[in-house]
């Protein structure tokens, strides 16, 4: 697939802070592409740059090749769509209102698309949005954005507060409407188990940092879990600390990079331990974990072991 967005050594100061620090990534055309990342990590930051609301203070996004200035870029503007949990247009205003205004200012606007989306999401043309429920409100703003035609759709946490059956049926509906479409998405969020479903590729930010990217599978296949049962009072936390060692019933286990397994095994065998179990195919979220662990971001709940 054709790279349709790189992102090279973006940077941004917040008050003196660095809330994003030389993120690099690409996204592959048609593709959906997750942002991962704790609190606070930038995620934000990055998806308002790209929606043009910030400027960065350095680094360049490149679309098609071509070098562009989000926060200046009227042509870009027109292709992306900007869906925010905390903002959207008037919730007094009714969907025919939104209409009207997307109309008005959208260059790309398809009405005919906006009125079937509705009519798919059964969303009321005529009653106010602030009398919808929250997921009704979040279908409305999606069906908003994919009706200006975006070939990139940014979502920042779109589906924070959803209940797991709302939030897998929008998921659902969204990834099929932007594949039609032929638009990229862009989802910033903490939920790896919706990257983890959803996208082909994904970047991990970690305070500011772009401390990964790369193909979903690539991470997957990327990381194995240790199990072991030592006798004793084998000091587990004196091999590698930054390992992680998580106690279940009379067994440890950590997630590890597949390139340190050797290493890793050497280590244990030079403590008494030569049983160990490898399990693979393990869930995004302990590769993320064990990501966050490598940047030293603290877990209270792992210092069991
Ligand atoms: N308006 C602001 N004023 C001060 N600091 C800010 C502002 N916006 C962002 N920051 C800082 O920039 C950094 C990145 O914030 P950002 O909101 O982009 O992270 P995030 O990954 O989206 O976080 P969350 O997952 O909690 O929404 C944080 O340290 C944050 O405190």
Request: without cysteine; aromatic residues 8%; proline residues 4%.
């Amino acid at each position: 697939m054709d790279i349709i967005l790189s992102v090279r050594q973006l940077s941004k100061q917040i008050r003196g802070q660095a809330a994003l620090d030389a993120v690099t990534f690409s996204v592959p055309e048609g593709s959906v592409h997750g942002i991962l990342g704790v609190n606070g990590s930038g995620k934000t930051t990055l998806l308002r740059i790209l929606a043009g609301l910030y400027w960065p203070d350095a680094g360049e996004v490149v679309w098609m090749e071509r070098s562009v200035r989000p926060w200046n870029d009227s042509a870009w503007r027109s292709q992306v769509a900007f869906v925010d949990p905390t903002v959207s247009l008037p919730v007094r205003w009714t969907l025919g209102d939104w209409e009207t205004y997307g109309a008005l200012m959208h260059q790309r606007w398809d009405g005919y698309r906006f009125r079937s989306l509705l009519r798919q999401l059964d969303l009321p043309l005529d009653q106010r949005v602030h009398q919808f429920s929250l997921g009704m409100r979040m279908r409305a703003k999606l069906a908003f954005a994919l009706a200006t035609r975006p070939r990139l759709l940014l979502l920042d946490e779109p589906t924070t507060g959803l209940d797991p059956v709302v939030r897998r049926q929008i998921w659902q509906w969204l990834v099929g409407e932007a594949a039609d479409s032929g638009a990229s998405l862009l989802v910033a969020t903490h939920a790896v188990d919706d990257v983890e479903r959803l996208a082909d590729s994904l970047t991990v930010l970690y305070r500011g940092r772009s401390v990964w990217s790369g193909p979903l599978e690539e991470a997957k296949e990327g990381f194995v879990k240790l199990v072991v049962r030592p006798e004793g009072r084998t000091p587990l936390h004196a091999l590698d600390n930054a390992l992680g060692w998580e106690k279940g019933g009379d067994s440890f286990s950590a997630a590890v990079e597949r390139a340190s397994l050797d290493h890793v095994r050497d280590q244990l065998r030079a403590v008494g331990i030569h049983q160990v179990a490898v399990q693979e195919h393990l869930p995004l979220d302990e590769w993320f974990r064990l990501m966050m662990r490598k940047e030293g971001y603290a877990f209270d709940a792992d210092e069991s072991a």
